[in-house]
């Protein structure tokens, strides 16, 4: 996918640690941190390690003709497979004539390993489907959306023994410029040549929900019959994940015949953005007019609104959401591209059971890796702790990614166009089905491993990266 135009020597000019960012008022006490340092375990994708110039174990060159691709939001099934949702595969192999937008160039990853990842075997990870003329067989909408350039799948969740998707489309490849607008999130920047700021062509894309099941699990259709195109998601909802619910607890979980409902995240403006919340229910997930919509923190608990409510909006020519909406506050962050905590695009929210919390993921700014906890899918939120940082880790210039200038790395070759040639971290998804219990410690503190996976702009592949997290009181 396109990375958000920002040059990697800006950002590594700032030598100012994001450690100390304000906590907001509604932040919960316990602290999370970074045991030793995030490291990286392989390359997911591609032929070669770009660092070590070993063979990755999918091999994906000569197995799939694919030299590179990003994303791989995880996704567990009922069958013990874990998916993984791919985007913008390199080279896209589009037909001759075609618009990049439209024709499908993403992927479909699976594996059924369960045992940590390493740098010999990575994930175990193939392609699903079968291989054609030694290229990928693509996830195909139908009816059909632009899936092409810069239109991807953004989350999934199995429910019900269907696999559900939220796919990003609409959207401009080459988008304009735009910032964070919290009070209009839908507004669209001014039009130009390469991108008509229309419904069918935007710098904001919008967002539809499809599935498909083990069956089939490359054939995704419309979600609720007798809809005759696949169902649109409600306002402010434009780049979606969703999350499995925690497991059962005592105490009201165990009741008859009670379902958790699932956790949908979203954000309206694509990097530019804090999360909203909505909580899905099992039997009707497919139906958005049955998700109740995060408002805001009431006296007395969370304020929840029907889908004519969040709808409506506040009234006027534009839609704005209820001032409550983001599940926390924005506080300035001097390395994100938009000076502050409006910066979440791409996103993985999940149950971390060794801490007992919610986990959020994201990169904020191209340079860094944040991470915050909360009791509940609605919050409150902790303040953003760094779970990697090149600002701090100077080291992963050349290993990890590419730096500026293009003469900083020698002996690397670079993966994109020379205009395009920087290093850009994003897309830092949590693999839940790896994360150990590494506590409990003295004094009440949790501590737990996980593996979450990383794209880089330049190289253009996925890794699979390690940390260790503890919360403390």
């Given at each position: 996918?396109?990375?958000?135009?920002?040059?990697?020597?800006?950002?590594?000019?700032?030598?100012?640690?994001?450690?100390?960012?304000?906590?907001?008022?509604?932040?919960?006490?316990?602290?999370?941190?970074?045991?030793?340092?995030?490291?990286?375990?392989?390359?997911?994708?591609?032929?070669?390690?770009?660092l070590s110039g070993a063979p990755t174990n999918?091999?994906?060159?000569?197995?799939?003709?694919?030299?590179?691709?990003?994303?791989?939001?995880?996704?567990?099934?009922?069958?013990?497979?874990?998916?993984?949702?791919?985007?913008?595969?390199?080279?896209?192999?589009?037909?001759?004539?075609?618009?990049?937008?439209?024709?499908?160039?993403?992927?479909?990853?699976?594996?059924?390993?369960?045992?940590?990842?390493?740098a010999k075997d990575c994930l175990g990870m193939t392609f699903a489907g079968s291989v054609r003329r030694g290229w990928l067989?693509?996830?195909?909408?139908?009816?059909?959306?632009?899936?092409?350039?810069?239109?991807?799948?953004?989350?999934?969740?199995?429910?019900?023994?269907?696999?559900?998707?939220?796919?990003?489309?609409?959207?401009?490849?080459?988008?304009?410029?735009?910032?964070?607008?919290?009070?209009?999130?839908?507004?669209?920047?001014a039009a130009s040549a390469h991108c008509f700021e229309i419904p069918a062509n935007n710098s904001l894309g919008s967002s539809v929900l499809a599935y498909a099941t083990d069956a089939n699990p490359l054939a995704f259709t419309q979600v609720s019959p007798p809809a005759r195109r696949p169902i649109a998601m409600p306002n402010g909802f434009v780049y979606v994940t969703a999350a499995m619910p925690a497991p059962r607890r005592r105490g009201v979980d165990y009741i008859r015949g009670y379902v958790p409902d699932i956790p949908v995240f979203g954000v309206?403006?694509?990097?530019?953005?804090?999360?909203?919340?909505?909580?899905?229910?099992?039997?009707?997930?497919?139906?958005v007019t049955t998700w109740r919509y995060y408002g805001g923190a009431g006296p007395s608990g969370p304020i929840w609104l029907t889908y004519q409510q969040w709808q409506a909006g506040q009234g006027g020519a534009q839609w704005s959401p209820p001032a409550g909406a983001e599940l926390y506050a924005n506080s300035p962050n001097p390395l994100s591209a938009s000076g502050d905590e409006r910066c979440v695009g791409e996103h993985s929210v999940t149950w971390n059971e060794p801490l007992g919390v919610w986990l959020m993921l994201y990169t904020c700014g191209g340079a860094q890796v944040e991470a915050r906890t909360a009791p509940a899918p609605w919050g409150p939120w902790s303040a953003p702790t760094m779970l990697l940082s090149v600002a701090q880790q100077p080291s992963f210039i050349c290993t990890l990614l590419w730096g500026p200038p293009a003469t900083a790395c020698p002996g690397r070759v670079s993966q994109q166009i020379p205009a395009l040639t920087f290093g850009y971290l994003y897309a830092p998804f949590v693999l839940n089905r790896f994360t150990q219990n590494t506590g409990p410690h003295p004094g009440g503190v949790r501590e737990a491993s996980i593996y979450w996976t990383l794209s880089t702009w330049d190289p253009y592949q996925v890794d699979v990266m390690h940390s260790t997290l503890r919360l403390g009181p």
């Amino acid at each position: 996918m396109l990375a958000q135009r920002t040059s990697l020597n800006a950002v590594m000019a700032i030598a100012v640690s994001l450690c100390a960012i304000a906590v907001s008022p509604r932040a919960h006490a316990a602290t999370l941190s970074v045991v030793g340092s995030s490291a990286k375990v392989c390359q997911l994708t591609g032929e070669t390690d770009w660092l070590s110039g070993a063979p990755t174990n999918a091999q994906t060159l000569s197995r799939y003709g694919l030299m590179g691709i990003d994303l791989g939001f995880p996704v567990e099934s009922d069958t013990g497979a874990l998916y993984m949702l791919f985007g913008d595969a390199v080279p896209p192999r589009h037909p001759p004539g075609s618009l990049p937008t439209v024709p499908p160039d993403d992927a479909l990853g699976v594996t059924t390993r369960t045992a940590a990842p390493d740098a010999k075997d990575c994930l175990g990870m193939t392609f699903a489907g079968s291989v054609r003329r030694g290229w990928l067989a693509h996830p195909v909408v139908a009816p059909a959306i632009q899936q092409g350039g810069f239109n991807v799948p953004t989350g999934g969740v199995y429910v019900g023994a269907r696999f559900f998707a939220f796919f990003w489309t609409n959207h401009c490849l080459i988008p304009d410029g735009f910032g964070p607008s919290p009070a209009t999130p839908l507004t669209l920047p001014a039009a130009s040549a390469h991108c008509f700021e229309i419904p069918a062509n935007n710098s904001l894309g919008s967002s539809v929900l499809a599935y498909a099941t083990d069956a089939n699990p490359l054939a995704f259709t419309q979600v609720s019959p007798p809809a005759r195109r696949p169902i649109a998601m409600p306002n402010g909802f434009v780049y979606v994940t969703a999350a499995m619910p925690a497991p059962r607890r005592r105490g009201v979980d165990y009741i008859r015949g009670y379902v958790p409902d699932i956790p949908v995240f979203g954000v309206a403006r694509y990097r530019m953005s804090i999360p909203y919340l909505a909580m899905a229910p099992q039997a009707t997930f497919g139906n958005v007019t049955t998700w109740r919509y995060y408002g805001g923190a009431g006296p007395s608990g969370p304020i929840w609104l029907t889908y004519q409510q969040w709808q409506a909006g506040q009234g006027g020519a534009q839609w704005s959401p209820p001032a409550g909406a983001e599940l926390y506050a924005n506080s300035p962050n001097p390395l994100s591209a938009s000076g502050d905590e409006r910066c979440v695009g791409e996103h993985s929210v999940t149950w971390n059971e060794p801490l007992g919390v919610w986990l959020m993921l994201y990169t904020c700014g191209g340079a860094q890796v944040e991470a915050r906890t909360a009791p509940a899918p609605w919050g409150p939120w902790s303040a953003p702790t760094m779970l990697l940082s090149v600002a701090q880790q100077p080291s992963f210039i050349c290993t990890l990614l590419w730096g500026p200038p293009a003469t900083a790395c020698p002996g690397r070759v670079s993966q994109q166009i020379p205009a395009l040639t920087f290093g850009y971290l994003y897309a830092p998804f949590v693999l839940n089905r790896f994360t150990q219990n590494t506590g409990p410690h003295p004094g009440g503190v949790r501590e737990a491993s996980i593996y979450w996976t990383l794209s880089t702009w330049d190289p253009y592949q996925v890794d699979v990266m390690h940390s260790t997290l503890r919360l403390g009181p």
